[in-house]
Nanobody, 120 residues
Framework: VQLQAFGGGLVQPGRSLRLSCAAE??????NTWEWHRQAPGKQREVV????????DYADSVKGRFTISRDNAKNTVYLQMDSLKPEDTAVYYC????????????????WGRGTQVTVSS
């Protein structure tokens, strides 16, 4: 199983950006998707998660970021609106994936990061 994230780049404050992350390989079901980020000199943090129809967000991005998923395409998105310079970070996606019907616990897989820079 491999995850690959797309969509990072340089954007001005107040603008929007959408990240996507696709999972490929032997996938039976994806239970949980998460987006994380790590800014220079800071610890990695979870910014958004999607599990069993429920979404959750870090306080710093609530109301500005939206996580969504396309189960048919094994893909997750992160719509980032009203971006701020403090959103600058490397963004990573992760997924808890079951590779078969008897893989009850699943495993967590990570994609490579994509850089998001918010600057005028």
């Amino acid at each position: 199983v491999q995850l690959q994230a797309f969509g990072g780049g340089l954007v001005q404050p107040g603008r929007s950006l959408r990240l996507s992350c696709a999972a490929e390989g032997m996938i039976y079901v994806i239970n949980t998707w998460e987006w994380h980020r790590q800014a220079p000199g800071k610890q990695r943090e979870v910014v958004a998660s999607s599990c069993a129809g429920t979404t959750d967000y870090a306080d710093s991005v609530k109301g500005r970021f939206t996580i969504s998923r396309d189960n048919a395409k094994n893909t997750v998105y992160l719509q980032m609106d009203s971006l701020k310079p403090e959103d600058t970070a490397v963004y990573y996606c992760s997924a808890k994936i079951r590779v078969g019907p008897f893989d009850y616990d699943g495993m967590e897989y990570w994609g490579r990061g994509t850089q998001v820079t918010v600057s005028s």
